[in-house]
């Protein structure tokens, strides 16, 4: 296994220059390198002296770790053996080739670019999937490589459980006088937006000489090993993109570095699941990152590296980074209606599977969905279906992981009040330490010892439950608007 990671890393290695600073003419040739790459990986892992290996370990396991490690790879090796190794090194090449043009068209607007090759990765999804194999829906197999246990079924119990309390908090909050955060847009320095961005990824606990921040034209963080952890960002005109972004990225990266260094290039390494993952990006951006308490710690250093933003104060600065307003782009999406986002994108990719959605008709049906969910219209598709990076890097099942991860973010945060006590005291002082080492405590350090739903049991004492995070943000979005208490 430690030669699968050697090979993972590269491809990651590989992944991580494409998407910062590889030259624009590279491409064709790194598809080529990462698609070699990516067989050797599968032909290793499906080999008869991995199986062999794989067989002899379980007999041999005896420690709770050891049995835990031959799980994991287990669970790996069923999957890897059902895919052949033509169809990974297609898919990899496809992928590594269509993010470069999913790139230039959305710089240009121009979905026809890109529609040959999502129209070819949805055939190879559609095809990892019959190999894989499913019992109620093609859905089912794909998401359960990114949350195990996961099933379309099990997303829309768990959608149905937050559509309509979300739906109406939206409808009270559109009633209530909007909230002005004009100010914080602007040609905003970008040297200084990445000092300050790097400021706060270490206060809260991120280790640069683990790791380091770079830009990229989706934020997104990857990782080598326990002690090489990579987060990206990026400088618009609004100040809070490269801010949440950051602070985002760094709740992944902060899951990653947590790790035992002893299962580091082990599959016991890193995060159990998408959805706890983003259960951590969700807590130190969102639960942290715009609470009161945080900003009355980091407003005024803000207001000193941008010198431009006015003498506002800190309940105008706190109403304006938590302002609730549909909009276009879904990592840019305040915390009430991000959701409503990924239900969009999760029908369409059910859709689109099914083949009830014709790739050529994705802008149209996006808009429209758009229309039903948020009362808006993209005016662009590089404002609509163009935007997130995912399909052009040949990701399908993934999205509903992030609505997993806001509600768990919740759950796993009453846990921790519980147990810390003035956690905004805590904020307020920039004292992190406390609430980073209960983390690393009850989630970090098991790495992915435990299936996800274990480890959710473990941490909350329950399955997932979105009630805390139902009353949680109700009540955080009726003080930011003045509305009548409800919870």
Not at 359 to 385: H, M
């Amino acid at each position: 296994m430690a030669e699968v990671n050697a090979f993972e890393a590269a491809t990651a290695l590989m992944d991580w220059d494409h998407q910062t600073y590889m030259p624009q003419a590279a491409g064709e040739a790194r598809a080529a390198h990462v698609s070699i790459l990516s067989r050797l990986l599968h032909e290793l892992l499906v080999s008869d002296e991995t199986q062999r290996l794989a067989q002899e370990a379980a007999k041999e396991a005896t420690s709770e770790d050891e049995k835990a490690l031959v799980r994991v790879v287990s669970r790996r090796l069923e999957k890897s053996t059902k895919i052949p190794a033509s169809l990974v090194e297609e898919k990899s090449r496809v992928s590594s080739e269509a993010h470069e043009i999913w790139v230039r068209a959305r710089a240009d607007n121009d979905f026809a670019k890109f529609r040959p090759s999502l129209e070819r990765i949805v055939e190879l999804n559609r095809q990892e999937a019959e190999h894989l194999g499913y019992t109620d829906h093609i859905y089912d197999a794909l998401t359960d490589l990114y949350e195990e246990g996961a099933t379309k079924k099990g997303w829309d119990a768990m959608f149905d459980g937050i559509r309509q309390p979300m739906v109406d908090l939206v409808a009270r909050i559109k009633e209530a006088p909007a909230i002005d955060n004009r100010f914080l847009f602007g040609d905003w320095d970008v040297d200084a937006q990445r000092r300050f961005t790097e400021m706060l990824v270490e206060a809260i606990g991120f280790d640069m000489k683990r790791g380091r921040q770079d830009t990229a034209p989706h934020p997104f963080c990857t990782n080598f090993s326990v002690n090489d952890v990579r987060l990206t960002t990026r400088y618009q005109e609004f100040l809070g993109s490269a801010i949440f972004g950051s602070l985002h990225e760094a709740g992944h990266g902060v899951y990653e570095q947590g790790s035992p260094q002893e299962w580091d290039r082990t599959p016991l390494s890193g995060g159990v699941s998408l959805g706890v993952h983003e259960s951590q990006s969700r807590t130190w951006e969102n639960i942290v990152g715009r609470s009161k308490a945080f900003w009355s710690r980091y407003l005024p250093e803000l207001k000193r590296s941008f010198p431009a933003l006015p003498g506002l104060s800190l309940d105008d600065f706190y109403r304006a980074v938590n302002r609730v307003e549909p909009s276009f782009i879904r990592v840019e999406a305040d915390e009430v209606t991000y959701n409503l986002h990924i239900m969009v994108r999760f029908e369409i990719e059910c859709g689109m599977l099914e083949g009830s959605l014709a790739v050529k008709d994705l802008p149209e049906v996006w808009n429209e969905k758009y229309r039903q969910y948020l009362g808006i219209t993209p005016p662009t598709d590089s404002l609509g279906c163009l935007q997130d990076v995912h399909w052009s890097g040949g990701m399908i099942g993934y999205f509903p992981t992030y609505s997993m991860g806001n509600i768990l973010s919740y759950q796993i945060w009453e846990k921790l009040q519980a147990d810390l006590g003035d956690t905004d005291r805590l904020m307020a002082d920039g004292e992190f330490a406390p609430i980073l080492g209960w983390l690393q405590d009850k989630v970090y350090r098991h790495g992915s010892k435990y299936p996800p739903s274990e480890l959710i049991q473990r941490v909350c004492g329950g399955p997932l439950d979105p009630k805390p995070y139902l009353s949680g943000i109700t009540r955080k979005y009726e003080g930011v608007y003045g509305l009548a208490s409800t919870v």
